[in-house]
């Protein structure tokens, strides 16, 4: 989450980054814990202890059947760490979430600014989603947002992850020899989700950059890579009576050290696994289990063959030259994940991490949201995209400058009364060529509503049917201009246009 006031400048701005609970210059920790069931009160982040039962990951939840989310590691290690009692709808997770990390900011900004400094800031939030997520995830977000008190839809926007680290990251390096027609691969590898997308600059000063191949992305993160490890170490001592989830969460917490600094070169390693006895066929000493290099490649191999075969595939499919590969995120700063990337790419390709791994993607949220507010000011910009399904649009390109229109006809006899809502069906299509007709590949997209009590019913015309009944016949045209993350409709009936369309996405 990011926030944005119309008084910062899109080509310079400076970004706090107050400590979170006590932690400066990390991120909060996407955990929740209610209090003895009362979902009222809460606490979240670093508040809550690495021992406990948690809700962690919730935000995944939102989509669960994503492109991409149901990978192969989701299923064959699914979390094995105990979660608390009770059933919490996801909605809640993230709003409740949502609602903590606003107030938090709040109260920083309590402590920096004066009260008349605080009144006068107009703030508009930017939320950034995974790349593959579905549009009915992308809209829960929004509603979460705004159930958290963040203001309405108007003040919240949405962004792709991979695209507002992009924009950051660019925006940094275009200083440092980037040319029109360069095509960088942008990898954000985080905790839960890796989200790939290509860019090739088009111009500079203002850079403007154009998709150079559709994002990309899988569960596959690094939290992948605790719960291997947690199977490792059940597979391995599991049958030992003294085995309990209190040295397994005392492992954990040591194993979330050594994937940070692991380099494929160091070790070996040393996790404690006390009052486990000591076994020198299993590696006990003293209390602590020894891992040398090979071991913890093993862990981490079924993960970085995920990772690398996003990128590659993503290289593939940009059909250019790529000048590099840039890795964002935590996990992105790993040296095991870059060697191997280095490897797997080869000599003619850069592989090189983000200048602010950690903050790419809310700087880059930012940077999005400033140029909203002033497109004079903008340093970097991402006009257009590539689609990635048929909706009922031409083309394979997508200009958030040009709203898309969908025609639809609708009729009524006029004894059943005027028409005031009309509800029609977005389907959508995956497939590389869209079929004429609702085959086994087309599905629904959205059913869109469209309120017509604001057109005069002397506007709406009227005609005798075959069976000599008076009908209400309407021609309207729903209009669809689609964003990095977001898609806004409207309704269009004889030349006058209605911001009175909802959609609710399936």
């Not at 701005?13 to 107050?18: C, D, M, V």
């Not at 991409?68 to 699914?78: M, V």
């Not at 709203?403 to 005031?420: A, C, D, L, T, V």
């Not at 629904?444 to 309120?451: G, H």
Request: glycine share 8%; with cysteine.
């Amino acid at each position: 989450m990011s926030s944005t006031s119309q008084n910062s400048s899109v080509g310079q701005f400076k970004i706090l980054e107050p400590r979170i609970l006590g932690l400066p210059g990390q991120k909060a920790l996407r955990t929740l814990v209610y209090n003895n069931l009362n979902t009222t009160k809460y606490r979240w982040g670093s508040q809550v202890q690495v021992s406990e039962p948690k809700h962690e990951w919730f935000k995944l939840l939102l989509d669960p059947n994503r492109s991409g989310g149901n990978s192969d590691l989701a299923r064959k290690y699914p979390s094995r760490l105990p979660a608390p009692s009770g059933e919490v709808d996801v909605a809640k997770l993230v709003t409740d979430y949502l609602s903590a990390l606003r107030n938090h900011m709040e109260k920083i900004l309590e402590r920096r600014l004066p009260r008349a400094a605080r009144e006068r800031i107009s703030k508009e939030y930017i939320l950034t989603v995974p790349e593959m997520w579905s549009e009915k995830a992308r809209n829960d977000t929004l509603s979460c947002a705004t159930s958290s008190g963040m203001g309405n839809k108007d003040s919240i926007h949405i962004i792709s992850e991979p695209e507002a680290a992009a924009l950051y990251e660019l925006n940094e390096r275009s200083n440092f020899g980037i040319e029109v027609d360069d095509t960088f691969v942008v990898c954000d590898a985080g905790g839960g989700t890796v989200d790939l997308i290509s860019y090739t600059v088009k111009s500079l000063k203002p850079t403007v950059l154009e998709e150079a191949a559709p994002g990309s992305g899988s569960a596959c993160g690094s939290t992948f890579l605790n719960r291997i490890f947690a199977d490792y170490l059940k597979s391995r001592f599991g049958g030992n009576p003294k085995w309990n989830d209190k040295i397994l969460w005392g492992a954990m917490e040591q194993f979330d050290n050594i994937k940070r600094q692991f380099d494929g070169r160091s070790g070996p390693y040393r996790i404690p696994v006390a009052p486990l006895e000591d076994d020198k066929l299993k590696g006990i000493n003293r209390g602590e289990l020894r891992l040398d290099k090979d071991e913890i490649k093993k862990i981490f191999e079924p993960v970085i063959k995920e990772i690398v075969k996003l990128v590659q595939s993503q290289i593939s499919d940009a059909g250019r030259a790529i000048e590099a590969v840039l890795l964002i995120g935590g996990f992105g700063q790993n040296v095991y994940l870059q060697d191997r990337l280095k490897e797997a790419v080869g000599d003619q390709i850069n592989v090189y991490e983000s200048m602010n791994p950690w903050t790419a993607v809310m700087r880059g949220a930012v940077i999005r949201g400033l140029e909203e507010l002033s497109p004079t000011l903008a340093t970097i910009r991402i006009p257009s995209r590539r689609a990635r399904k048929h909706i009922g649009i031409e083309g394979d390109v997508v200009n958030e400058s040009k709203p898309y229109q969908i025609h639809f006809y609708w009729e009524q006899r006029k004894s059943q009364g005027r028409p005031n809502i009309i509800r029609m069906t977005i389907f959508q299509c995956l497939d590389r060529q869209a079929p004429l007709y609702k085959l086994d590949g087309v599905r629904d997209l959205a059913e869109v509503k469209a309120n017509l009590t604001s057109i005069p019913e002397a506007e709406i015309d009227q005609e005798p049917g075959a069976d000599d009944q008076v009908y209400y016949k309407v021609n309207l045209d729903i209009e669809m201009t689609c964003f990095s993350a977001w898609t806004v409709f409207a309704l269009l009936y004889k030349g006058k246009r209605y911001d009175t369309v909802t959609a609710a996405f399936v």
